[in-house]
């Protein structure tokens, strides 16, 4: 493809170093709220199964609200290291009674070493009326600081960027970056809650770059 994408071993000082300056170029900015409902399970010995819902409120225009329902298989081929895939739904409606819809198959490759954990994700994104399919890849590294026994405080930084844009003519912004953190409490054994923040940054040519600020909850269950 011609194009080099980070590795997560460069991912983290990158996106540190974007973060900070983003405040001093970012002046396209707003405030978005995403509550997840998440739920795991096994399908076998090592193999797993995660369903994740999401409501996203968002100002008009960033697309307005929006609902999402994803699934992923990873199966554990070795110690650390889990491949799969799977697909979503993501629904966009708007105020004419109309909206859009994005499907997105996507396939993996999650490593996990001590505290560190990294993600790498390809994803197909058809959506209505584009011309071709958009084809992203997503690079992600988390650190994860055990509370005690029933809690966890998480940090991760994420890279995504088109190798393919759903326009064949177009000026779309082709990289985004993502920082979060998330601090988790089990309730029992089964049910977890959490909460964070994520900034969402997306350099433009030609315009201010994009800053979201985006307040998150979350609420996972074990079957």
């Keep these: 493809m011609g194009r080099g994408f ?23 900015q707003d405030t978005q ?5 998440v739920a795991r399970t096994d399908l076998a010995e090592e193999t797993g199964l995660t369903v994740d819902f999401t409501a996203r409120w968002r100002e008009e225009r960033r697309g307005d609200e929006q609902q999402t329902a ?36 996507h396939q993996e490759i999650d ?33 994860t600081l055990p509370l005690g026994t029933a809690a966890r405080l998480a940090v991760d930084g994420e890279y995504l960027g088109l190798v393919q844009t759903r326009e064949r003519i ?13 601090a ?4 029992s054994d089964r ?13 433009r040519t030609g315009a201010a770059d994009r800053l979201n600020h985006v307040p998150e909850a979350y609420l996972t269950w074990k079957f």
Excluded: C
């Design 6 to 28: 980070p590795t997560p071993f460069t991912l983290a000082p990158a996106l540190a170093m974007v973060l900070l300056a983003s405040p001093l170029y970012a002046q396209d």
């Design 33 to 37: 709220l995403w509550v997840y409902a």
């Design 70 to 105: 994803r699934f992923t298989v990873l199966h554990e081929v070795a110690d650390g290291v889990r491949v799969g895939g799977g697909a979503g739904v993501f629904e966009t409606p708007s105020a004419n009674g109309g909206g859009r819809t994005e499907l997105r198959p």
């Design 111 to 143: 490593l996990k070493f001590g505290r560190f954990s990294a993600r790498s994700r390809l994803e197909q994104r058809f959506f209505d009326g584009a011309d071709r399919m958009e084809v992203r890849v997503r690079q992600l590294v988390r650190y």
């Design 170 to 182: 177009g000026n779309r912004p082709r990289d985004q970056w993502r920082a979060r953190a998330i």
């Design 184 to 187: 988790s409490f089990d309730v």
């Design 191 to 203: 049910l977890a809650i959490g909460a964070g923040y994520m900034a969402v940054l997306t350099p």
